[in-house]
């Protein structure tokens, strides 16, 4: 077990490095409202699918969030450039919906 780095979620991804042994560029993904339920739920089920994320406060988010709890102006999610399509493409799923059994 690696114990060498102290984190809140022991199963968040690595952040792909490049050819040049640097991190990757980070992209935007997209802008959402800052909340548990928006930002916060699609990071995790972007970890899930192994691709990692992170959240960045424009203007002065940051503020908002220490001081209201969340920003007013929103969240913008930020994941690997190779990854982004991928991540879209996660975004934009339609969920599968399985008929119901019938109950005799």
Do not use: H
């Amino acid at each position: 077990m690696d114990n060498s780095r102290w984190a809140f979620a022991p199963d968040t991804p690595d952040w792909p490095i490049d050819a040049q042994g640097e991190k990757e560029k980070a992209v935007l993904l997209t802008s959402t409202f800052d909340s548990t339920a928006d930002a916060d739920m699609l990071i995790s089920l972007l970890a899930a699918y192994r691709i990692p994320c992170f959240k960045y406060y424009d203007l002065d988010g940051g503020a908002g969030k220490g001081i209201n709890g969340f920003s007013g102006y929103g969240a913008s999610l930020y994941v690997p450039a190779s990854l982004l399509e991928d991540a879209k493409e996660i975004l934009e799923a339609q969920p599968v919906e399985e008929p119901e059994a019938s109950q005799e």
